[in-house]
């Protein structure tokens, strides 16, 4: 069993539409957690971060952590095609390793 | 600014053949990462240097080698090039280990087949 697991999609959603990107993790010792979107043949780039439970907003872009449930989300409102991506979720406990998700690949549809 | 450049962005090579990828970053990281992405697997990370002078094993570093002989460049070796090592290779950066809000840094890739 992957320590992170999540959907690969690919998800297709028309434009305005609310986007919710998930992953489950099963180590308990993941603190900190990341959200990162990587357009097509470019490296991930940081989205988002938080690393307690609850939600964390940025714009159109809100990260939710359940510790309890070990369950993260992102959600993105008011979806445009320039968010048609791969997003990918990462978490670690410190030091120098980050456990990164498959990945979910998205598109925004005119 | 540069941020982090990898070289070669693309390479076809043969069974047994030997390689080198070079990372450069001009942010003046201590901390640099070399991973690779496949389909259905994510990102793993293969080697990972915490300044100059010093290497660390990753999760996945069978068939791979690196040196840091230079604070702003990390260079990953492939000695004898097999089929499993086909995939996409991204170096990274960050000035403080991966934690709160401490951002990786990546390159734009580098896609290596092997036949």
């Known amino acids: 069993q992957k320590e992170v697991e999540q959907d690969p999609g690919p998800l297709s959603v028309p434009e305005g539409a609310i986007v919710s990107l998930n992953c489950t993790y099963s180590?308990?010792?993941?603190?900190?957690f990341m959200w990162y979107r990587q357009y097509s043949r470019k490296g991930p780039e940081l989205l988002m971060y938080?690393?307690?439970?609850g939600n964390k907003e940025d714009g159109r872009f809100t990260a939710q952590v359940d510790k309890s449930s070990k369950y993260i989300s992102l959600f993105i409102r008011d979806s445009q095609p320039s968010d048609s991506a791969t997003y990918l979720c990462?978490?670690?406990?410190?030091?120098?390793?980050?456990?990164f998700g498959t990945g979910t690949q998205l598109k925004v549809e005119l | 600014n540069a941020g982090v450049t990898q070289t070669p962005k693309f390479r076809v090579l043969k069974t047994g053949q030997s390689m080198t990828l070079l990372c450069a970053q001009d942010?003046?990281?201590?901390?640099m990462y070399w991973y690779r992405q496949d389909p259905g697997m994510g990102l793993r990370l293969i080697h990972y240097?915490?300044?100059?002078?010093?290497?660390a094993k990753g999760e996945v570093p069978d068939g791979y080698n690196v040196s840091r002989l230079k604070k702003q460049n990390f260079l990953l070796g492939l000695e004898s090039a097999a089929p499993s090592q086909t995939s996409v290779y991204f170096c990274?950066?960050?000035?403080?280990?991966?934690?709160?809000?401490?951002?990786?840094?990546f390159g734009s890739g580098t896609q290596l087949s092997v036949l």
């Open positions: 990274a950066s960050s000035y403080l280990p991966t934690g709160p809000g401490e951002k990786l840094f």
């Open positions: 180590n308990s010792a993941f603190q900190y």
């Open positions: 938080t690393y307690s439970s």
């Open positions: 990462a978490m670690t406990g410190g030091g120098n390793k980050l456990t």
């Open positions: 942010m003046n990281h201590e901390y």
């Open positions: 240097s915490v300044g100059e002078g010093t290497t």
